[in-house]
Structure formats: structure tokens, C-alpha cells
């Protein structure tokens, strides 16, 4: 069963596009949307809530039609975005009175508790919110509704770390129920990436990979070793690799092969996500 | 839509006495000049009230929060195109009340016996001036809404001085006869829900 | 029910090989009783902070091992199986890693008595720290 159902979804612009994308959001998981800035992270979430509309191509949510069944699914869903667009002139207090009648699951007390968890006076204006507690406020709306799929928009970057790590406790809360799924999306890999179980790479429009992240990190293997060590044929193994007069390092997706082909002549380590969306997105050769 | 309803107004609450403001202010400088006060008074109040509450959506980019929640934008456009009759009613009425209160408390200034025309030829005006408003703020970025915003009250302003002059011309000729009244609110009506359905079709395609 | 699990980054072992090695370890040496409940996946991967994926292989992996039983709608519990099995699953798992050794001292053409030396070395070294 998947949360969400994207086929061949295309949207051009004139300087990029997210180009026939297909993907799978696992239902009971949590998936973590990466990839460097601009390649298309937000535009493909904006086109699965329908905030932007695709020139082609299906989304289905929670088994419904995306627009035709929109607001059956939207009732069913959380939404956190780093940008925030709620009423500035009005209070914690209004925005709520304002929101909370949408939601035919609204749960005020639920709401409540996590406003004093989050230490959001329902007095203050959103207009005086920090970039930060607008996710938490989001987040609290999001949550107060028995949302059953939470999908965040770089939820992260205005984020200190300690909320960070309580909002692992917070989603992990959400995930005890299996029904429930979150998907996130972010350019840097931060604490979050610790309790997502599949990752979507996206670079240039394009998915990269959607697959579990053991899995992930099994298959693909950093090598660092001397320049001697590389010739063209050995490059192309590579899909990265960053060369300096004191040796190279790089990245490739086959663990088991380089394995053969370096034996103990290099260095080989597990990766970290960071690492693959270095090499991935850079590409070919690069000198420093 | 209830809840959009509800929402415009939550939305505007501190800015609510704006359209009582309005009224005082348009009420002070038309009534005592102008023989179509009952007119200005009316269209002005309600385009500075209809005007706000479209600009309040979109001042923070507020409609990207709208299309998150669960409604469709067909409702979003509809409850607007409602908050902006209830504010049509509201000035065209305001204004009627005004002025008979006028007539009674200060004979000396002259004003005519008002009637029914004097409710909905203001009506109508305003419905024209939705009907063109409304899809433009619909279709247009921020900034583009913002542009036509202050285009329409400046077009308003200077509207004033020759619609008093047409409307002359059309008393004095009793042009204004029952079919041609007739007509004319059908095409207005007409006009108005067409400007609706295109709004609706602009603002569902439009990217956020 | 107490079971402690401490995750180091600095391993080279996966998060889930360092969960099944110490949730092992419990049962051996007796922490963990038969009938001992185990915390759900989704709430053991809550507690560690890490995918729910990952708790959930590390279950899996025990559940191959026999040491623990899934009851759907219960959750997992410390297998029924007892400590001699446990400890034939074990003695298996190391013979099988000895008979490793044998196949490859033979191909390095080492003789028994040459491999029971090296072993007998490593031994002590392993016993003074």
C-alpha cells in the first residue's frame, strides 16, 4: 500500500523541469526527499498538494484522485512548509479559530498541549514568530488534526537543533500508529535523515533513487585511495570522484564490485547521504 | 464555505472598522457636494470594503495557506464573490440609510426623494466593477493585484465627475425606462456570473 | 521489562547488526527470559531515534536466529527456545566460521598443528589487555 502514487509527472519552467517522474511513498514509513537546492524537491511537493498544477501526469493520495477527490484528502493530510502563510496580523489564537473549523477531526486539546509543549503563547502574532516557530506552529496544526500522512517542505532549516531532536520523538510518536506515513523534503542531511526509511534522491529534475536507506547505504561505497590507483577505465566506475595531489575519493554504487576490483589497495567506507548527493549532483571529475 | 465566510471575517476583525471609516469619510465629502452623493457614497464605501478584503489574501501570500486547507479553490473564489455582495450591501444600503437620515435632519441641503432606483443603480455599477475586478485579482501574481487595486480606485475617482454628468444627461432625457432597466440588470446579472465562472477557471489553474 | 541498547556511531557494524547483537547478547547471558515481551518495532525504533526499518530487520534477523517469536497483534517475545538451544545455535555458528578457518588454511597450506599454534597465540594475546 502506498501513501502516495506519482506517475510521469512533468512540469516545465524555463530553467529546469522536473522531467516524467514516477514514485512511490511506502504507507507506515517515513520517506526523506533529497537533493541539492533547485533540482525540483519543492516543486514536486507543490504538485502533489496541488499547490502548483502539472502539465501532465497523475498524483494519488491515500488511494484518492489528486484534484478530483482534493478536499477528501486534504482533510487527511499535514502540511508543514518552511514558508509561511498564515494571516500575519492575526494571533496564535485567531489563526486557530480561523483554521481549526476546516477539519472535521480538529482536536483542540491536542492542539493545546502542543502549544504549551512548544511554548507558543496563543496571544502572539504571527507577524512576531520566529522562522522556527512558524514550523512548530504549523506542525501543532498539522498534528491536532489525526493528519494520517505529514508532508514537510524542508521542515528543518529554520529549526535549532534541540527542537530538532524533539520533533524525532514527535514523528516518531505519529509513526507509532502503522497506518501513518510522513514524507520530508530537504537539502541538508540533518537529524531527520536518522528515522527516515526510504530515501528519494532527486537531482535535475529526475529521481536518482527511492529505495530503503540500508539499502541505500549498503550498496553504494566511498573509496578513498592513491592517484595511482586510477586509470580511465577505473574513472568510469565512478559516479563522482574528487581528485587531489594527496589522493582521490570517490564515490560508486556497487559496494560488492569495487571491493573486487580496489581488494586492499583502497579504502572503502559506508557513505554518508551527504556524501551521495555530493558526488551524485557534481558528477564526473572533480579537481580541488 | 461557511468556514470561508467565517474566515474572511476573522481575517479582517481589526481592520473591520475600516469599512464604517469609509462610509463616514465618503459620507462627509460627497453628501454635502455632489447631487449623486446617495451614488458615490455607495460605490465608493463598498469597492474600499471589497478591495480589502481581497487584499488581506494576499498580502502575505496568504492564498498558498488557502489552497492547503481542505477546499477547493472553486469555493475560495466563491466565498469571495459573496463577501463582496454582503460589502456591496453593505455601502449601497449604508449609503441609502445616510441619506434618508440626511433628508430628515438637514432639509437645507436639498436632496431629492430617493427610491428604489437609488439602490440598485449603484448595485449594478458595483456589479460591473466586480465582474471585471474580480478575475483580474484571481489571475494576477501579488503584484499585479496589487496594480489593479489601486488602477481601480484611481479609474474610480476619476470615473466620478462624468458618470454625474451621464447620469444627468439620463434623468433629464427619461432615458431610464422599465425595458431598458430590465435589460440592463440581465446583462449585469449575466456579466457577474460569467465573471465568476472565469475567475474559477483563472485561479484553479494558477500556480502558487 | 529492561533492556539496554546503546547505539555508537563510531561502530563499523549497521545500526541493526549493533540492535541484534546486543538484544542477542540479553537472551545469553540470561537478562532476557523466555516470554520476556520486546518492546514493539515501532516503539524500539522511537526509543533509538532510528528507522523504523531498521528495528524492524534487526526483529527479522532474531526471529531467523530463533530467538525471539513475532505473535501478530502482540507483539515479540524472548523465544520459548532454551539455553541449550541457544547455545547449539551459537556452537553451530562457530563451527561453521572454524571449518571457514580450515578451508582457508589449507589454501595458504598451513598444517593443523601450525593453525592450533597460531590460535593458542591469539588467545593469550586476547587475555592480556
Not at chain 1, 484522485?65 to 499535514?78: F, N, T
Not at chain 1, 527542537?163 to 507509532?176: K, T
Not at chain 3, 598451513?110 to 589487555?129: A, G, K, M
Request: hydrophobic letters at 45%.
Amino acid at each position: 500500500m502506498n501513501a502516495i502514487e506519482i506517475r510521469n509527472l512533468t512540469k516545465a519552467y524555463p530553467l529546469f523541469t522536473v522531467d516524467d517522474v514516477s514514485l512511490d511513498v511506502r504507507q507506515g514509513y517515513i520517506t526523506g526527499l533529497i537533493g541539492p537546492n533547485g533540482v525540483g524537491k519543492s516543486t514536486l511537493i507543490k504538485m502533489m498538494l496541488g499547490i502548483v498544477r502539472p502539465d501532465s501526469g497523475s498524483v494519488k493520495i491515500l488511494g484518492c484522485e489528486m484534484p478530483k477527490q482534493e478536499i477528501a484528502i486534504k482533510q487527511r493530510i499535514g502540511i508543514v512548509s518552511d514558508d509561511c502563510f498564515y494571516y500575519e496580523h492575526l494571533t496564535i489564537h485567531d489563526t486557530k479559530k480561523l483554521v481549526a473549523p476546516f477539519y472535521d477531526k480538529w482536536n483542540d486539546s491536542k492542539f493545546k498541549g502542543y502549544l504549551d509543549q512548544f511554548e507558543l503563547s496563543p496571544k502572539k502574532k504571527i507577524g512576531d514568530l520566529s522562522k522556527g516557530m512558524k514550523i512548530k506552529l504549523a506542525l501543532a496544526v498539522a498534528l491536532s488534526h489525526e493528519a494520517e500522512l505529514l508532508i514537510m517542505d524542508e521542515p528543518t532549516s529554520g529549526l535549532d537543533p534541540v527542537f530538532r531532536r524533539e520533533m524525532l520523538d514527535l514523528l516518531a510518536d505519529m509513526m507509532q500508529n502503522e497506518r501513518n506515513s510522513i514524507i520530508f523534503s530537504t537539502h541538508i542531511t540533518t537529524d531527520l535523515d536518522r528515522i527516515a526509511d526510504y530515501i528519494t534522491f532527486i537531482n535535475r529534475g529526475k529521481i536518482v533513487f527511492n529505495e530503503a536507506k540500508e539499502d541505500v547505504l549498503e550498496r553504494y561505497a566511498l573509496i578513498k585511495g592513491d592517484m595511482e590507483l586510477l586509470d580511465s577505465d577505473i574513472r568510469k566506475e565512478f559516479i563522482g570522484i574528487r581528485e587531489t595531489a594527496v589522493g582521490f575519493e570517490g564515490l560508486v554504487d556497487n559496494r560488492h564490485k569495487a571491493a573486487q576490483l580496489f581488494g586492499n589497495h583502497a579504502v572503502l567506507e559506508t557513505p554518508s547521504l551527504e556524501d551521495i548527493m555530493y558526488f551524485t549532483a557534481k558528477g564526473g571529475r572533480v579537481h580541488a | 464555505m461557511l468556514n470561508l465566510l467565517r474566515k474572511d471575517f476573522i481575517a479582517l476583525k481589526s481592520s473591520l472598522w475600516m469599512t464604517l471609516f469609509y462610509l463616514a469619510v465618503f459620507s462627509i465629502a460627497f453628501i454635502p457636494r455632489s447631487d449623486f452623493s446617495i451614488y458615490f457614497v455607495g460605490i465608493y464605501t463598498a469597492f474600499a470594503s471589497v478591495s480589502l478584503v481581497t487584499m488581506i489574501d494576499i498580502k502575505n501570500n496568504n492564498h498558498h495557506f488557502l489552497v492547503t486547507l481542505p477546499v477547493s479553490r472553486k469555493h475560495i473564489v466563491q466565498a469571495k464573490y459573496i463577501t463582496a455582495i454582503l460589502f456591496m450591501l453593505f455601502g449601497v444600503l449604508g449609503s441609502f440609510g445616510i441619506h434618508w437620515f440626511v433628508k430628515l435632519a438637514f432639509p437645507q441641503l436639498n436632496k431629492p426623494d430617493y427610491t428604489v432606483l437609488d439602490i440598485l443603480v449603484p448595485m449594478g455599477i458595483l456589479l460591473v466593477l466586480t465582474s471585471i475586478y474580480m478575475p483580474l485579482f484571481y489571475a494576477l501574481s501579488k503584484k499585479g493585484a496589487g496594480i489593479i487595486n489601486a488602477v481601480f480606485l484611481i479609474a474610480l475617482i476619476i470615473m466620478a465627475q462624468p458618470t454625474a454628468f451621464m447620469m444627468t444627461l439620463l434623468n433629464e432625457n427619461h432615458m431610464m425606462s422599465s425595458n431598458l432597466l430590465f435589460m440592463a440588470a440581465a446583462g449585469i446579472l449575466l456579466l457577474f456570473i460569467a465573471s465568476y465562472y472565469v475567475a474559477v477557471t483563472l485561479f484553479s489553474r494558477k500556480d502558487m | 521489562m529492561i533492556i539496554n541498547i546503546i547505539l555508537s556511531n563510531a561502530s563499523s557494524d549497521p545500526i541493526y547488526i549493533q540492535i541484534m547483537n546486543q538484544i542477542r547478547q540479553s537472551i545469553l547471558n540470561g537478562d532476557l527470559k523466555a516470554g520476556d515481551s520486546l518492546p514493539s518495532i515501532r516503539q524500539l525504533a522511537k526509543d533509538l531515534q532510528v528507522s523504523v526499518i531498521t528495528t524492524k530487520r534487526a526483529y527479522e534477523e532474531l526471529e531467523k536466529e530463533q530467538l525471539i517469536d513475532t505473535v501478530v497483534g502482540k507483539g515479540c517475545f524472548v523465544s520459548g527456545a532454551n539455553k541449550d538451544f541457544i547455545r547449539e545455535q551459537r556452537m553451530k555458528r562457530l563451527e561453521e566460521k572454524m571449518m571457514e578457518i580450515i578451508r582457508e588454511s589449507k589454501e595458504l597450506s598451513l598444517s593443523q598443528q601450525d593453525v592450533i599454534e597460531h590460535l593458542t597465540l591469539l588467545f593469550e594475546e586476547e587475555q592480556t589487555p
